[in-house]
């Protein structure tokens, strides 16, 4: 049995990117970054941050671009994708997270944030419908 399902819980980097394709299917993306700390052997304290591209479709992507900003707490849930294209001859790859399921944060006063826990579902993303 397989199963490729990935959760986080990050602030965005910046704000984000509302982008429709072709057809009109709307695409919203950014950046998380989701930060791990400890103390190390030492006892001095650490702190590592990695930053997961996050790709949302449909009408989630467009109340995504809405309430959601830079600075701002978010809760996704969705599948882990890589992505090849090839530019000028030569193939470049990008991996991310294909978001279903977006839970917004409590309000960030400076970012303007949802004043609300809200969960928005959507499931209309086209990997194939991509502008890119």
Not at 51 to 66: D, L, P, R, Y
Not at 92 to 108: A, E, L
Request: net charge positive; charged share 25%; aromatic share 10%.
């Amino acid at each position: 049995m397989n199963l490729n399902h990935c959760t986080f819980i990050g602030r965005l980097g910046k704000d984000p990117e509302l982008k429709y394709s072709q057809s009109g299917n709307a695409m919203c993306l950014f950046s998380i970054a989701v930060s791990e700390k400890w103390t190390d052997k030492q006892g001095e304290k650490q702190e590592s941050t990695e930053w997961i591209n996050c790709s949302v479709f449909g009408k989630q992507a467009e109340t995504s671009a809405k309430f959601l900003s830079k600075g701002g707490l978010v809760h996704i849930s969705g599948k882990f994708k890589t992505r090849k294209w090839e530019k000028e001859g030569v193939t470049h790859y990008s991996s991310g997270i294909t978001v279903d399921r977006v839970i917004f944060g409590p309000k960030n006063e400076s970012s303007g944030t949802n004043t609300t826990r809200t969960q928005y579902t959507d499931t209309e993303g086209n990997l194939n419908d991509l502008p890119f």
